[in-house]
């Protein structure tokens, strides 16, 4: 499994809102959730996509969205700000759970299952050069970045990589290792994703 | 200038509606503009998106978005559906514009000008194996694809470029683009985007 971690400083932990963006930019969330586990017919089933959430009330919430997992949803924003009120107030949802879990110790759990960690970072090795196994965790900041002690931390478990020079937004990120995972499991492992 | 051009056959061709995925997949349109014109922090000045609008009740529309003009917009669903319905009411908008058009005709004129045109087609040449210039049309299907007949129209003018088995949603293509042309203008021009 590839599995994707967004730190969302401001994403709100509870299901009150009428729009995603005013959710302290759950709009964000919702749109990595989009590239991390659609493709044009279907979903990826390989993928586990993760956001900590910090913003009021209740932080810090872990969301977890499961690939292998996910049934009927469609892929626009309306529908997401649906599911996400509704997993947000403890509903249950077919792929989605949420607990109460902070940033430190979903990397910790990820690192004791052994799976490498790496963080996304304007000056970490070029993505190119990485070498991949089957299984591999992405940290990726919101649209403000991941805050200087959450990279500090996660740096004690990962290692930085760069997808360049360019500062994409954070569901083009998603788009972008999946689309060279894609190529590498191909060249690799022979195995189309 | 690359310029991005989506055919979307039956996105609604009027301002008067509620959700962007009730007005014939509006949603798609949004998406797509959000990959390709938005980076970061600010817009990627070098491109403009076109789509063709084939839906009721007043088609073929052409929409264009340009990023060396647009200002002031968010990246969320919520603020596009807004902005598509004042345009598509004949409302102006800085940076976007709405007339006219067929698929043909924009095309003809993108020929004319001689920018090189690239389809997206499963079949087509590697991406990779594609020498570009500074300026490049490329060609999508929303997310049925494109039709037939404006495929075979398209390929009159342009050539079929894959990128690789997978099958990708509009704006994760777009994206994934987006990523090689920063990197090839960087390695063969020596410029950031």
Partial sequence: MYEFILYSRKGH?????????????????????????FKSYGYRRDVIFHAILEGPPNPPLHLQVDGRKLERT???????????????????????SIEKKSFEVLLKEKQQESI????????????????????????????????????????????KISLGKQSYLALSCIDIINFLLDNYARTHFGISR
Same sequence: chains 1, 2.
């Avoid at 965790?137 to 970045?145: C, E, H, T």
């Fill in 13 to 37: 932990t509870s299901g009150n809102f009428s729009t995603l963006s005013s959710a302290g930019r759950l709009d964000t969330v919702y749109q990595c959730i989009l590239t991390a586990l």
């Fill in 74 to 96: 469609t892929v626009d924003e309306v529908t997401w700000t649906r599911v996400l009120n509704l997993v947000l107030k403890g509903q249950k949802y077919l792929g989605i």
């Fill in 116 to 159: 490498p960690i790496f963080v996304l970072h304007e000056k970490g090795k070029s993505i190119m050069e990485v070498e991949f196994g089957p299984e591999a965790v992405f940290v990726l900041g919101d649209n403000i970045g991941l805050p200087k002690q959450k990279e500090k931390f996660a740096l004690r478990f990962g290692e």
